[in-house]
């Protein structure tokens, strides 16, 4: 009889430890499959959702300002679960609860909407509910997960949380600038918010966009940023911002969100996150802000997280439809005109508001001369010159070139032969269709100056589309 007993109570042992590696390996499934092809999800996937117990993320902070020595962070995965592949982007948001609306579900949901079914394929959206009232905390993880939930199941949707715990005081902190008590405790937690939130994300992707929770996006706005992206090959950047409100739109590389969690940390309790982050950006030797119109990011609560006051600001520059943002292949520039100070021919081709080319009067046979990496096919040409503050200073009269088989010569790189698109009018040309008028991939595009002129010469921008048939 004892040996029975003993052999059933080994059976019941075995099942119930096998239950728990069943229920692994179902879920570990799960994800596989939703990993290789999300386009497919059961319905009773979707039911599944915010069931298992996924294991925590645990980062080491050190609060230098009280000496307080480490603080381990162990994130609760509220909904969602970080896929092993890196993405392209990461969009960051933290919520915390408002005391006249709620904009998160909205932002969500623009997040996706305004996205194409490739884009979504290199996006993970991370939501740091960040408020200590967990029965709200509780409420809109059901809300969202029940809207969201194909997002959560595909790892596009990640909502997490930093226990109170883990924050360092928020009590009796410095009253800079004169700030009301309640005004230095909100703007000191919502950096430590953005800090957590910022080391969560570090691996999760190449690239990290900063969002509030009461945003709006342009279509198609990661197609855009990457176009962007691209522009700046080569070159240093820290910061590339895609909105001028606060902290809303602002890029950074994915390696670089260790060290700007660590100093949102230190320095939590000294101003607020947007200045922060010109200083961050200033301290690793981006002297300029990088600011790029259209904006792909628009302010759209009207009821602001602090004691809910109204809140009205608008980005001016925000256009919803934001395809039209040129592509402007790698290249190298080049011109034979005076050049005033530090105006020199690169700021033509950047997409940065207020950069420009800037050229004493130049005369008969003078050019500018863009020559690109690697040959290419271009689809639309479109030549600004002059400003709002010096109209007089357009390209009154010009023509505009591309040409092929570039070669190095005793002046640089140039090419061999040149088609004419087209002339000047008005000081400016868009050409669309290049592809089709020339039939063959452009090397080289040159303005070129017909008739010399009394006036100083601003070329705004020039912006290039690649693609075609």
């Keep these: 009889m004892r040996l029975w007993k003993s052999v059933d109570k080994m059976r019941c042992w075995r099942k119930r430890s096998l239950l728990p590696v069943l229920a692994f390996l179902a879920t570990s499934l799960l994800f596989f499959n939703v990993y290789m092809d999300d386009g497919y999800v059961r319905e009773a996937e979707k039911r599944r959702l915010g069931e298992a117990v996924h294991p ?3 980062q080491t902070f050190r609060d230098v300002s009280n000496f307080s020595g480490s603080i381990n962070v162990t994130f609760r995965f509220l909904a969602g679960v970080p896929l092993p592949r890196k993405k392209f982007l990461t969009i960051g948001l933290s919520s915390v609860k408002r005391k006249r609306g709620n904009y998160l579900p909205e932002t969500i949901r623009s997040i996706f909407d305004q996205s194409s079914y490739e884009e979504l394929q290199e996006i993970v959206v991370v939501v740091h509910l960040a408020d200590f009232d967990l029965l709200w905390c509780q409420n809109l993880v059901q809300e969202l997960s029940r809207r969201f939930s194909h997002h959560i199941v595909a790892g596009r949707l990640l909502l997490i949380q930093a226990p109170e715990q883990f924050y360092p005081t928020l009590d009796g902190l410095k009253r800079n600038y004169d700030d009301p008590e309640d005004r230095v405790r909100f703007r000191s937690k919502q950096n430590v ?3 957590f939130l910022l080391s969560f994300c570090s691996n999760l992707s190449h690239f990290y966009v900063m969002l509030e929770d009461d945003v709006s996006c342009a279509r198609n706005f990661l197609s855009s940023l990457k176009k962007v992206v691209a522009s700046r090959r080569g070159t240093y950047w820290v910061t590339l911002e895609f909105s001028k409100l606060g902290f809303i739109g602002k890029l950074y590389h994915g390696r670089d969100l260790p060290r700007l969690a660590q100093f949102l940390l ?3 309790q000294e101003m607020p996150c947007d200045w922060l982050l010109v200083h961050f950006r200033g301290l690793l030797a981006q002297k300029d802000a990088l600011r790029f119109r259209p904006s792909l990011f ?3 609560g009207y009821y602001s997280s602090y004691r809910g006051a109204e ?3 608008k980005d001016d520059d925000f256009e919803e439809d934001a395809l039209d943002v040129p592509d402007n292949p790698p290249a190298s520039l080049s011109t034979n005109m005076d050049v005033f100070e530090r105006y020199d021919a690169a700021r033509a081709y950047s997409s940065i508001p207020d950069e420009y080319f800037w050229g004493k009067p130049p005369g008969t046979g003078d050019f500018f001369l863009i ?4 040959s290419t096919r271009i689809s639309r040409i479109r030549v600004v010159t002059g400003s709002e503050e010096r109209r007089a200073d357009v390209l009154s009269h010009g023509a505009l070139e591309v ?9 640089g790189r140039q090419c061999a032969s040149y088609v004419t698109l087209g002339e000047f009018r008005v000081g400016r040309i868009d050409v669309a269709d290049v592809d089709h008028k020339v039939g063959f991939e452009v090397e080289c595009v040159r303005i070129v100056v017909t008739a010399g002129q009394s006036e ?7 912006s290039l589309w690649t693609g075609g048939a």
């Design 56 to 58: 925590p993320n645990v």
């Design 193 to 195: 918010d953005y800090a």
């Design 266 to 268: 230190l320095f939590y």
């Design 298 to 300: 628009q302010h759209m």
């Design 311 to 313: 809140n009205k600001l």
């Design 371 to 374: 020559v690109f990496n690697s």
């Design 403 to 411: 040409g092929r088989r570039a070669a190095e010569t005793r002046q």
């Design 456 to 462: 100083w010469l601003i070329i705004r921008t020039i």
